[in-house]
């Protein structure tokens, strides 16, 4: 009897476990990141305190070039279209986006399909 863990393991090529894992990491990393901007955003304009905003953004750009990394690795591994390719990395600019997509890649990467 198989579980459907081992079903998709057996579709999916062993080449793009690590990326996928890395994908699904930075991916989930940024999205919380990106929640955190938007909070030290309110409080920039809404409270008039710039210092977490300061402090808090380039570490957010850090995080994002990661994730703009290590996306593209996953790109380039799974051979996506540029189209799927762009989106994802798109995804990483809008807020909860980045969550919605990564479960996206995860099914499609794994049945070896493109994204989009």
């Given at each position: 009897?198989?579980?459907?863990?081992?079903g998709a393991?057996?579709?999916?090529?062993?080449?793009?476990?690590?990326?996928?894992?890395?994908?699904?990491?930075?991916?989930?990393?940024?999205?919380?990141?990106?929640?955190?901007?938007?909070?030290?955003?309110?409080?920039?304009?809404?409270?008039?305190?710039?210092?977490?905003?300061?402090?808090?953004?380039?570490?957010?750009?850090?995080?994002?070039?990661?994730?703009?990394?290590?996306?593209?690795?996953?790109?380039?591994?799974?051979?996506?279209?540029?189209?799927?390719?762009?989106?994802?990395?798109?995804?990483?600019?809008?807020?909860?986006?980045?969550?919605?997509?990564?479960?996206?890649?995860?099914?499609?990467?794994?049945?070896?399909?493109?994204?989009?």
């Amino acid at each position: 009897m198989t579980t459907s863990t081992e079903g998709a393991e057996k579709t999916r090529p062993a080449s793009l476990s690590g990326p996928l894992l890395r994908f699904r990491v930075s991916a989930y990393v940024t999205g919380v990141g990106l929640l955190a901007l938007c909070a030290t955003m309110v409080i920039e304009y809404g409270f008039g305190n710039a210092t977490p905003a300061a402090v808090y953004s380039p570490i957010h750009g850090v995080l994002y070039m990661i994730y703009l990394v290590l996306t593209i690795d996953l790109a380039i591994k799974a051979r996506w279209s540029i189209k799927s390719t762009v989106l994802v990395l798109l995804a990483g600019c809008v807020p909860f986006v980045s969550f919605l997509v990564e479960r996206r890649v995860t099914r499609r990467v794994q049945a070896g399909q493109d994204v989009f």
